[in-house]
């Protein structure tokens, strides 16, 4: 391990992102919640009287799509995202970080950049006739849903970011991957 350098300012950076993702995905996770009760009241709603809403059943499904996304941020903080790890799991902690580097740069970001410039264009349209649900009792704010996408992954990207520091401070060995925040939080 070369000598460790103080904890600049980038370091902090990359603290500051992974506490505000980590507040947010606490956040998020109370929709979880919320969805659960709706779905609930729906079911019973549902089979006990017969009846049932447009508005409910859209609820639920906004509420899933926000909570997918707006948690991608905190589950990458926890590296809780899926891997196919055949190669990977069999090198060292500073291949690993300089490998997740190269491709959070040439693959992630990229990604992340084409998402929001290609959804870009239907969210301002849908904002311009302030889009509503197609179906009568429905949801009035399609285009608000449209807008968490594009809120989404400019969050994700934030969290990339953080990922790319703590990433280059392993590869270059000045942290071990046992002090990488997403280890020890």
Known sequence: MSARPSEGGLRRLARRIDDYQDALGRGISWLMLLMVAIVFGDVILRYAVGRTWVMTQ??????????????????????????????YSRWS??????????????MFFPSCLMIVYSTWPFFRASLAVLEGSPDPGGIPLRWALKAVIIVAFVNLMIQG???????????????GPEQRPTEIY
Do not use: C
Not at 58 to 87: K, P, Q, S
Not at 93 to 106: E, G, S, W, Y
């Open 58 to 87: 859209e609820a639920e499904w906004y509420l899933f799509g926000i909570v997918y996304l707006m948690a991608a941020g905190y589950t990458m903080l926890w590296n809780e995202h899926v891997r196919v790890d055949i190669l």
């Open 93 to 106: 902690p500073q291949r690993k970080a300089a490998v997740d580097l190269v491709l959070l740069i040439v």
């Open 161 to 175: 970011l953080s990922q790319a520091i703590k990433n280059y401070y392993v590869a270059r060995g000045w942290e």
